[in-house]
C-alpha cells in the first residue's frame, strides 16, 4: 500500500466528490427549472467523474476504495434540497465550492488534469446562481424566516436552526435562573412556559415588522420603477443593456434583448425589478405572517425542550433531567450547523452543548444567590 498520508488525502478527496455529486444528484430532484436542473445533473457527472480519479489512484497503490456512501450531511442536504427545493441549500454549497476552489492546485496528480479548472469552474457558476433571481431564493417558505438572522448568510436554513437555538438557550437559561432561587416545581413550570410565550412572541413580531417593511419597501421601489418606465423608458432600456452587458453579453445581444423587454411596459418592469432591483415581484420576499407564525413556531420548538421535565418531574430531579435533555437537544443544534461550516459534528455540538450549559449554568448561580437574599 502507497504512503499513508496519500491514502488518506486520495480518500478525503474522493469522498468529497461523492458528496457533491448526491447534493447536487438531489438539487437536480429538486429543481422545478429543466434547465437549471439540467446544470444540477451535469454538475453531479463532473463530481461521480472526480471520485472515480481518485478511486483509480487509489487502485495503484493498492488501498480498496470500497462503495461509495455519501456522508451524513450531504445526505441532510439533500432531503432539504429535494423537499424544499435546491434554493434553499444552494448558498451553503456555493460557499463550500467557493472555498475549496483550489483545493487541487497544488495537488501533483491532478497537474495536467481538468480537476482543478473544474472546481474554479463550479464556483463561478455557483457563485452567478446565488446572485440570480432564477434561482429560486425568494419567495419559498423557508426562505421568509431570515429576519434577525438575514446577516449571517442570506441561507434560510440556517435562519431556522438559529431560531430553534435562540428559543433553547434563553428558555434553559430562565428555567435554570428560577430552578436556582428554589421556587415550587409549579413556578419554575409557569415560569418557563411563559417566558416560551414571551419569547417566541417577540421573535414573530421583530419578523413580522422585518418583512412587512422589506416588502413595503419593495412595493415603493416597483412603484418608481414603473414611473420610470414610463417617462423615460429610452434611458431605462439603455440601463438594461448595460446591466446585460455587465454580465458578459456582447454589447449588440445585449441591446436587442433590452429593446425586447422594453417594448411592453408590464414584463419591463418585471425584469428591472429582478435585474436592477433585486426584487421578486411576484413574492416582494413573501409573506410577513407567514414569517412571523414560522418563527414563533421555530422558537417555541426550542424553548420546549427545558421546561418538559417540569410536567413529569420535581425538585433536584426535574432540574438535571432538564439539563440533560437540553444538552442532547444543544449538541443536535451544533452538528447541524456543521451543514453550513463542513466542520466535524463532534467539535461544533461539544462547543454548542459547552456554551448553553455555561450560561445555564450563570443563570443558576445567580438565581441562588437571588433566592438566598429574598429568603434570608
Avoid at 489512484?57 to 429535494?82: D, I, N
Avoid at 422589506?214 to 418606465?229: H, K, W
Avoid at 459534528?345 to 448561580?365: E, K, M, N, P
Amino acid at each position: 500500500m502507497g504512503d499513508r498520508a496519500d491514502v488518506k488525502r486520495y480518500r478525503r478527496n474522493r469522498q468529497d466528490e461523492i458528496d457533491s455529486a448526491a447534493v447536487y444528484r438531489a438539487m437536480a430532484a429538486g429543481e422545478q427549472d429543466a434547465r437549471l436542473a439540467g446544470v444540477y445533473e451535469r454538475l453531479a457527472e463532473v463530481e461521480e467523474r472526480h471520485a472515480g480519479f481518485w478511486e483509480e489512484r487509489l487502485a495503484g497503490v493498492g488501498a480498496p476504495a470500497g462503495p461509495r456512501r455519501p456522508s451524513w450531511r450531504s445526505l441532510v442536504l439533500g432531503a432539504v434540497a429535494r423537499r424544499f427545493g435546491p434554493g434553499v441549500v444552494l448558498p451553503t454549497v456555493a460557499g463550500g465550492e467557493q472555498e475549496n476552489q483550489h483545493v487541487y492546485d497544488d495537488q501533483a496528480e491532478t497537474a495536467g488534469t481538468s480537476l482543478p479548472a473544474d472546481e474554479r469552474s463550479h464556483a463561478r457558476l455557483l457563485r452567478q446562481l446565488v446572485g440570480s433571481s432564477s434561482a429560486g431564493m425568494e419567495g419559498g417558505a423557508l426562505a421568509r424566516l431570515e429576519g434577525r438572522h438575514r446577516a449571517v448568510g442570506g441561507n434560510a436554513l440556517r435562519a431556522a436552526v438559529l431560531g430553534a437555538n435562540d428559543g433553547l438557550v434563553s428558555n434553559l437559561s430562565l428555567v435554570m435562573g428560577v430552578a436556582g432561587a428554589a421556587l415550587a416545581q409549579e413556578a419554575i413550570l409557569v415560569t418557563g412556559l411563559a417566558g416560551l410565550i414571551a419569547g417566541a412572541g417577540s421573535m414573530a413580531m421583530g419578523e413580522w415588522i422585518s418583512v412587512q417593511s422589506s416588502r413595503e419597501l419593495s412595493e415603493r421601489q416597483l412603484r418608481v420603477e414603473a414611473e420610470e418606465i414610463a417617462a423615460i423608458p429610452d434611458e431605462e432600456r439603455e440601463e438594461l443593456s448595460l446591466i446585460y452587458q455587465a454580465k458578459g453579453l456582447p454589447e449588440a445581444k445585449a441591446r436587442a434583448i433590452a429593446a425586447r423587454f422594453m417594448a411592453d411596459e408590464e414584463t419591463a418592469l418585471d425584469v428591472m425589478a429582478r435585474e436592477e432591483l433585486g426584487i421578486d415581484p411576484d413574492t416582494l420576499g413573501g409573506s410577513a405572517w407567514e414569517a412571523a407564525i414560522t418563527s414563533f413556531l421555530l422558537f417555541a420548538l426550542g424553548a420546549i425542550v427545558p421546561v418538559l421535565p417540569f410536567l413529569f418531574l420535581a425538585g433536584i430531579r426535574a432540574a438535571v433531567t432538564s439539563v440533560a435533555l437540553s444538552a442532547v437537544a444543544l449538541y443536535g443544534i451544533g452538528a447541524a450547523i456543521t451543514l453550513f461550516t463542513g466542520r466535524p459534528a463532534w467539535r461544533s455540538g461539544g462547543r454548542q452543548v459547552l456554551f448553553g450549559l455555561a450560561a445555564a449554568a450563570f443563570t443558576y448561580g445567580v438565581g441562588s444567590l437571588i433566592g438566598v437574599a429574598v429568603t434570608g
